[in-house]
Protein backbone atom coordinates (compact mmCIF):
# COMPACT_ATOMS: atom_id res chain seq x y z
CA UNK A 1 0.00 0.00 0.00
CA UNK A 2 2.63 2.26 0.97
CA UNK A 3 4.65 1.54 -2.26
CA UNK A 4 1.23 2.57 -4.47
CA UNK A 5 0.95 5.66 -2.18
CA UNK A 6 4.54 6.83 -3.27
CA UNK A 7 4.03 5.69 -6.67
CA UNK A 8 0.72 7.90 -6.56
CA UNK A 9 2.87 10.92 -5.69
CA UNK A 10 5.60 10.26 -7.65
CA UNK A 11 3.37 10.21 -10.86
CA UNK A 12 1.13 13.42 -9.58
CA UNK A 13 4.18 15.31 -8.77
CA UNK A 14 5.81 14.50 -12.74
CA UNK A 15 2.34 14.18 -14.83
CA UNK A 16 3.77 17.27 -16.72
CA UNK A 17 7.08 15.47 -17.31
CA UNK A 18 5.23 12.74 -19.53
CA UNK A 19 2.42 14.99 -20.84
CA UNK A 20 5.38 16.61 -22.80
CA UNK A 21 6.57 13.10 -23.97
CA UNK A 22 4.01 12.04 -25.51
CA UNK A 23 3.35 15.13 -27.01
CA UNK A 24 6.61 15.24 -28.95
CA UNK A 25 6.51 10.92 -29.77
CA UNK A 26 2.76 11.12 -30.92
CA UNK A 27 0.78 12.57 -34.10
CA UNK A 28 -3.07 12.41 -32.80
CA UNK A 29 -5.30 12.95 -29.66
CA UNK A 30 -5.78 9.16 -29.37
CA UNK A 31 -2.04 7.88 -29.68
CA UNK A 32 -1.30 10.37 -27.22
CA UNK A 33 -3.55 9.00 -24.63
CA UNK A 34 -2.39 5.65 -25.22
CA UNK A 35 1.52 6.39 -24.78
CA UNK A 36 0.19 8.51 -21.48
CA UNK A 37 -0.91 5.20 -20.15
CA UNK A 38 1.56 2.96 -21.23
CA UNK A 39 4.09 5.07 -19.89
CA UNK A 40 2.92 5.38 -16.60
CA UNK A 41 1.76 1.36 -16.95
CA UNK A 42 5.66 0.97 -17.59
CA UNK A 43 6.80 3.59 -14.52
CA UNK A 44 5.02 1.02 -12.02
CA UNK A 45 6.60 -1.76 -13.84
CA UNK A 46 9.80 -0.35 -12.90
CA UNK A 47 8.95 1.57 -9.74
CA UNK A 48 10.76 -1.39 -7.79
CA UNK A 49 14.00 -0.94 -10.25
CA UNK A 50 14.62 2.34 -8.95
CA UNK A 51 17.05 2.39 -6.15
CA UNK A 52 17.73 6.01 -6.02
CA UNK A 53 21.08 5.54 -7.83
CA UNK A 54 20.12 8.33 -10.09
CA UNK A 55 17.92 11.05 -10.01
CA UNK A 56 14.52 10.06 -9.79
CA UNK A 57 14.10 13.02 -12.93
CA UNK A 58 16.57 11.28 -14.88
CA UNK A 59 15.03 7.98 -13.63
CA UNK A 60 11.86 9.28 -15.08
CA UNK A 61 12.93 10.47 -18.15
CA UNK A 62 14.72 7.01 -18.92
CA UNK A 63 11.48 4.89 -18.42
CA UNK A 64 9.25 7.42 -20.35
CA UNK A 65 11.84 8.05 -23.20
CA UNK A 66 12.15 4.06 -23.67
CA UNK A 67 8.37 3.63 -23.88
CA UNK A 68 8.04 6.50 -26.18
CA UNK A 69 11.03 4.38 -28.55
CA UNK A 70 9.12 0.63 -28.38
CA UNK A 71 5.75 2.05 -28.97
CA UNK A 72 7.06 3.90 -32.45
CA UNK A 73 4.58 2.72 -35.15
CA UNK A 74 2.36 0.92 -33.35
CA UNK A 75 0.07 3.43 -33.66
CA UNK A 76 -2.61 1.40 -34.62
CA UNK A 77 -2.29 -1.20 -32.07
CA UNK A 78 -5.27 -1.49 -30.13
CA UNK A 79 -4.68 -2.63 -26.59
CA UNK A 80 -7.38 -2.86 -23.44
CA UNK A 81 -6.97 0.86 -22.39
CA UNK A 82 -8.33 2.50 -19.20
CA UNK A 83 -11.05 4.46 -20.26
CA UNK A 84 -10.23 8.17 -19.82
CA UNK A 85 -13.11 9.92 -18.35
CA UNK A 86 -14.46 13.30 -19.74
CA UNK A 87 -12.84 15.46 -17.23
CA UNK A 88 -9.52 14.03 -18.37
CA UNK A 89 -9.82 14.81 -21.89
CA UNK A 90 -11.42 18.29 -20.67
CA UNK A 91 -7.77 18.52 -18.89
CA UNK A 92 -5.92 17.91 -21.82
CA UNK A 93 -7.55 19.94 -23.53
CA UNK A 94 -7.17 23.05 -21.06
CA UNK A 95 -3.59 21.94 -21.35
CA UNK A 96 -3.32 22.13 -25.05
CA UNK A 97 -4.88 25.77 -24.83
CA UNK A 98 -2.18 26.84 -22.27
CA UNK A 99 0.51 26.04 -24.97
CA UNK A 100 1.25 29.14 -26.75
CA UNK A 101 1.54 29.10 -30.63
CA UNK A 102 5.01 29.81 -30.30
CA UNK A 103 5.51 26.36 -28.67
CA UNK A 104 3.16 24.55 -30.91
CA UNK A 105 5.02 25.61 -34.14
CA UNK A 106 7.87 24.37 -32.16
CA UNK A 107 6.38 21.24 -31.22
CA UNK A 108 5.26 20.28 -34.66
CA UNK A 109 8.97 21.17 -36.23
CA UNK A 110 10.65 18.92 -33.17
CA UNK A 111 8.10 16.35 -34.46
CA UNK A 112 9.98 16.50 -37.62
CA UNK A 113 13.17 15.29 -36.49
CA UNK A 114 14.48 11.54 -36.43
CA UNK A 115 13.65 9.67 -33.54
CA UNK A 116 17.16 10.22 -31.70
CA UNK A 117 16.76 14.56 -32.10
CA UNK A 118 13.45 13.82 -30.63
CA UNK A 119 14.77 12.47 -27.57
CA UNK A 120 17.96 15.14 -26.89
CA UNK A 121 16.09 18.20 -28.03
CA UNK A 122 13.38 17.52 -25.15
CA UNK A 123 15.56 16.74 -22.83
CA UNK A 124 17.64 19.90 -24.00
CA UNK A 125 14.33 22.16 -23.42
CA UNK A 126 13.72 20.84 -20.23
CA UNK A 127 16.64 22.23 -18.90
CA UNK A 128 18.74 18.94 -18.55
CA UNK A 129 22.84 19.33 -18.49
CA UNK A 130 24.75 18.04 -21.55
CA UNK A 131 26.09 15.78 -18.89
CA UNK A 132 23.02 15.03 -17.68
CA UNK A 133 21.10 14.26 -21.54
CA UNK A 134 24.45 12.16 -21.70
CA UNK A 135 23.34 10.03 -18.57
CA UNK A 136 20.01 9.52 -19.66
CA UNK A 137 20.75 8.84 -23.42
CA UNK A 138 23.81 6.77 -23.37
CA UNK A 139 25.57 9.05 -25.66
CA UNK A 140 28.77 11.00 -24.81
CA UNK A 141 28.83 14.74 -23.75
CA UNK A 142 30.93 15.33 -27.29
CA UNK A 143 28.33 13.67 -28.68
CA UNK A 144 25.24 15.70 -27.11
CA UNK A 145 27.07 19.11 -28.33
CA UNK A 146 27.34 18.16 -31.38
CA UNK A 147 23.74 16.68 -32.02
CA UNK A 148 22.52 19.72 -30.30
CA UNK A 149 24.31 22.23 -32.74
CA UNK A 150 23.24 20.00 -36.03
CA UNK A 151 19.49 20.06 -34.68
CA UNK A 152 19.65 23.96 -33.85
CA UNK A 153 20.54 24.64 -37.40
CA UNK A 154 17.95 22.09 -38.60
CA UNK A 155 15.07 23.55 -36.54
CA UNK A 156 16.42 26.62 -38.10
CA UNK A 157 16.14 26.12 -41.59
CA UNK A 158 12.67 25.00 -41.11
CA UNK A 159 11.32 27.51 -39.22
CA UNK A 160 12.61 29.72 -41.62
CA UNK A 161 10.61 27.59 -44.49
CA UNK B 1 14.27 32.25 -32.74
CA UNK B 2 17.37 30.68 -31.33
CA UNK B 3 16.74 27.96 -29.55
CA UNK B 4 17.59 28.86 -26.36
CA UNK B 5 15.36 31.34 -26.34
CA UNK B 6 12.68 28.28 -27.07
CA UNK B 7 14.25 26.86 -23.74
CA UNK B 8 12.72 30.16 -21.46
CA UNK B 9 9.70 30.01 -23.10
CA UNK B 10 9.54 25.65 -23.03
CA UNK B 11 10.22 26.09 -18.90
CA UNK B 12 7.27 28.87 -18.42
CA UNK B 13 5.02 26.81 -20.66
CA UNK B 14 6.22 23.78 -17.79
CA UNK B 15 5.28 25.93 -15.16
CA UNK B 16 2.02 26.14 -16.07
CA UNK B 17 1.51 22.18 -17.02
CA UNK B 18 2.78 21.61 -13.61
CA UNK B 19 0.01 23.62 -12.37
CA UNK B 20 -2.78 21.67 -14.46
CA UNK B 21 -3.83 18.64 -11.88
CA UNK B 22 -4.65 15.92 -14.32
CA UNK B 23 -4.47 12.61 -13.33
CA UNK B 24 -6.62 11.45 -9.95
CA UNK B 25 -5.51 8.75 -7.66
CA UNK B 26 -7.99 6.29 -8.85
CA UNK B 27 -7.17 6.86 -12.37
CA UNK B 28 -3.26 6.16 -11.63
CA UNK B 29 -4.39 2.77 -10.27
CA UNK B 30 -6.56 2.09 -13.01
CA UNK B 31 -3.77 2.67 -15.50
CA UNK B 32 -1.19 0.57 -13.36
CA UNK B 33 -3.60 -2.86 -12.82
CA UNK B 34 -3.53 -2.55 -16.40
CA UNK B 35 0.06 -4.19 -16.44
CA UNK B 36 -1.99 -7.04 -14.70
CA UNK B 37 -4.09 -7.85 -17.31
CA UNK B 38 -1.43 -7.40 -20.23
CA UNK B 39 0.48 -9.97 -18.52
CA UNK B 40 -2.22 -11.87 -19.48
CA UNK B 41 -2.53 -10.70 -23.06
CA UNK B 42 1.36 -10.67 -23.82
CA UNK B 43 1.09 -14.18 -25.53
CA UNK B 44 -0.57 -13.16 -28.62
CA UNK B 45 -4.01 -15.17 -28.71
CA UNK B 46 -4.01 -15.43 -32.96
CA UNK B 47 -0.14 -16.38 -32.95
CA UNK B 48 -0.42 -18.21 -30.31
CA UNK B 49 -3.40 -20.53 -32.22
CA UNK B 50 -1.82 -20.53 -35.40
CA UNK B 51 0.96 -21.78 -33.96
CA UNK B 52 -1.17 -24.48 -32.04
CA UNK B 53 -2.85 -25.65 -35.86
CA UNK B 54 0.94 -25.46 -37.30
CA UNK B 55 1.79 -27.77 -34.67
CA UNK B 56 -1.09 -30.04 -35.19
CA UNK B 57 -0.79 -30.20 -38.84
CA UNK B 58 2.82 -31.34 -38.93
CA UNK B 59 2.42 -34.05 -35.62
CA UNK B 60 -0.78 -35.42 -38.97
CA UNK B 61 1.76 -35.72 -41.29
CA UNK B 62 4.53 -37.11 -39.59
CA UNK B 63 2.17 -40.02 -38.34
CA UNK B 64 1.33 -40.77 -41.30
CA UNK B 65 4.47 -40.04 -43.66
CA UNK B 66 4.70 -43.45 -44.77
CA UNK B 67 1.62 -42.87 -46.77
CA UNK B 68 3.89 -40.31 -48.79
CA UNK B 69 5.78 -43.21 -51.13
CA UNK B 70 7.55 -41.10 -53.78
CA UNK B 71 10.46 -39.16 -53.42
CA UNK B 72 8.66 -36.26 -54.71
CA UNK B 73 5.91 -36.44 -51.88
CA UNK B 74 8.48 -37.04 -48.81
CA UNK B 75 9.91 -34.30 -50.19
CA UNK B 76 7.13 -32.03 -50.16
CA UNK B 77 6.51 -33.92 -46.56
CA UNK B 78 9.35 -32.87 -45.19
CA UNK B 79 9.10 -29.14 -45.95
CA UNK B 80 6.11 -29.17 -44.95
CA UNK B 81 6.79 -30.42 -41.59
CA UNK B 82 9.68 -28.18 -41.54
CA UNK B 83 7.61 -25.33 -42.14
CA UNK B 84 4.79 -26.00 -39.47
CA UNK B 85 7.87 -26.22 -36.68
CA UNK B 86 10.40 -23.90 -37.88
CA UNK B 87 8.62 -20.68 -39.22
CA UNK B 88 5.74 -20.49 -36.16
CA UNK B 89 8.46 -20.72 -33.54
CA UNK B 90 10.81 -18.07 -35.16
CA UNK B 91 7.77 -16.32 -36.08
CA UNK B 92 6.81 -16.15 -32.17
CA UNK B 93 10.39 -15.38 -31.03
CA UNK B 94 10.77 -12.27 -33.06
CA UNK B 95 7.56 -11.05 -31.71
CA UNK B 96 8.45 -11.69 -27.79
CA UNK B 97 11.87 -10.14 -28.80
CA UNK B 98 10.23 -6.86 -29.36
CA UNK B 99 8.07 -6.96 -26.38
CA UNK B 100 10.68 -8.12 -24.58
CA UNK B 101 12.98 -5.08 -24.48
CA UNK B 102 13.55 -3.54 -21.05
CA UNK B 103 12.58 -0.62 -20.99
CA UNK B 104 13.99 -0.32 -16.93
CA UNK B 105 17.47 -1.43 -17.91
CA UNK B 106 18.60 0.32 -21.14
CA UNK B 107 19.45 3.79 -21.73
CA UNK B 108 17.63 5.78 -24.91
CA UNK B 109 20.50 4.71 -27.09
CA UNK B 110 20.91 1.29 -26.09
CA UNK B 111 16.69 0.84 -26.23
CA UNK B 112 16.45 2.32 -29.42
CA UNK B 113 19.62 -0.02 -31.07
CA UNK B 114 17.82 -2.60 -29.13
CA UNK B 115 14.16 -2.05 -30.93
CA UNK B 116 15.68 -1.18 -34.66
CA UNK B 117 17.48 -4.28 -34.43
CA UNK B 118 14.86 -6.98 -32.98
CA UNK B 119 12.58 -5.12 -35.79
CA UNK B 120 15.21 -5.88 -38.52
CA UNK B 121 15.15 -8.96 -37.53
CA UNK B 122 10.92 -9.93 -36.87
CA UNK B 123 10.87 -7.81 -40.71
CA UNK B 124 13.23 -10.49 -42.12
CA UNK B 125 11.16 -13.37 -40.90
CA UNK B 126 8.22 -12.11 -41.96
CA UNK B 127 9.51 -12.00 -45.42
CA UNK B 128 10.93 -15.05 -45.03
CA UNK B 129 7.64 -16.72 -44.48
CA UNK B 130 5.55 -14.87 -47.00
CA UNK B 131 7.93 -16.84 -49.72
CA UNK B 132 8.00 -19.97 -48.09
CA UNK B 133 4.68 -19.55 -47.39
CA UNK B 134 4.28 -19.66 -51.36
CA UNK B 135 6.33 -22.68 -51.53
CA UNK B 136 4.04 -24.15 -48.98
CA UNK B 137 1.28 -23.63 -51.39
CA UNK B 138 2.38 -25.60 -54.02
CA UNK B 139 3.66 -28.18 -52.13
CA UNK B 140 1.19 -29.08 -49.22
CA UNK B 141 -1.21 -30.25 -52.53
CA UNK B 142 0.37 -33.39 -53.32
CA UNK B 143 1.13 -33.99 -49.38
CA UNK B 144 -2.73 -32.94 -48.65
CA UNK B 145 -4.15 -34.97 -51.89
CA UNK B 146 -1.95 -38.19 -50.79
CA UNK B 147 -3.18 -38.21 -47.34
CA UNK B 148 -6.53 -37.26 -47.57
CA UNK B 149 -7.56 -39.01 -50.98
CA UNK B 150 -4.69 -41.36 -51.74
CA UNK B 151 -4.27 -40.10 -54.73
CA UNK B 152 -0.82 -39.43 -56.32
CA UNK B 153 -1.74 -35.99 -58.41
CA UNK B 154 1.64 -35.98 -59.97
CA UNK B 155 0.57 -39.16 -61.61
CA UNK B 156 -2.93 -39.33 -61.71
CA UNK B 157 -4.29 -35.76 -62.46
CA UNK B 158 -3.62 -32.51 -64.73
CA UNK B 159 -3.16 -29.99 -62.69
CA UNK B 160 0.32 -30.00 -62.88
CA UNK B 161 0.02 -28.57 -66.39
CA UNK B 162 -1.64 -25.14 -65.43
CA UNK B 163 -0.61 -25.21 -61.55
CA UNK B 164 2.96 -24.92 -61.74
CA UNK B 165 3.05 -22.18 -64.83
CA UNK B 166 0.16 -20.51 -62.62
CA UNK B 167 2.32 -20.18 -59.47
CA UNK B 168 5.66 -19.09 -61.05
CA UNK B 169 3.55 -16.43 -62.31
CA UNK B 170 1.93 -15.61 -59.01
CA UNK B 171 5.13 -16.15 -57.21
CA UNK B 172 6.94 -13.17 -59.46
CA UNK B 173 3.86 -10.61 -58.66
CA UNK B 174 3.55 -12.25 -54.80
CA UNK B 175 7.21 -11.58 -54.62
CA UNK B 176 7.26 -8.20 -55.84
CA UNK B 177 4.38 -7.13 -53.34
CA UNK B 178 6.01 -8.69 -50.31
CA UNK B 179 9.27 -6.26 -51.37
CA UNK B 180 6.97 -3.01 -51.46
CA UNK B 181 5.22 -4.06 -48.06
CA UNK B 182 8.52 -4.42 -46.15
CA UNK B 183 10.94 -2.05 -48.12
CA UNK B 184 9.20 1.44 -46.10
CA UNK B 185 9.45 -0.49 -42.50
CA UNK B 186 13.00 -1.68 -43.67
CA UNK B 187 14.36 1.75 -44.12
CA UNK B 188 12.83 2.96 -41.22
CA UNK B 189 14.81 1.04 -39.44
CA UNK B 190 17.98 1.23 -40.97
CA UNK B 191 18.11 4.53 -41.03
CA UNK B 192 17.55 4.65 -37.10
CA UNK B 193 20.12 2.28 -36.20
CA UNK B 194 22.52 5.14 -38.72
CA UNK B 195 20.90 8.16 -37.00
CA UNK B 196 22.55 6.53 -33.33
CA UNK B 197 25.85 5.67 -35.16
CA UNK B 198 25.84 9.76 -36.38
CA UNK B 199 28.85 11.41 -34.14
Request: hydrophobic share 40%.
Amino acid sequence: MQKQQDFITLIKENEGVIFKVTLVYTFNEEDQKDLYQEIVCQLWKSFDSFRGDSKISTWMYRIALNTAITNLKKEKRKGNRVPLDKSLLNKIDEIDTIIDDRLKILYAHIKKLNTVEKGIVLLYLEGKSYDEIAVITGFSVTNIGTRLNRIKKKLKSQIKK
Amino acid sequence: MELDELRSEWQEMSNEIKKQKILTDKLIIDMTQERFNNRLKSISIPETIGTVVCFGVAILILLNFSKLNTWYLQLSGIFSILFYIVLPILSLKTIYGMKRINISQGNYRETLEQFAKNKMQFIQVQKWSYYLSFILVIVCLPVASKLMNGTDIFLESAVWLWYIPFGFVFLYFFSKWVFKKYKGASNSAERLLKDIEIS
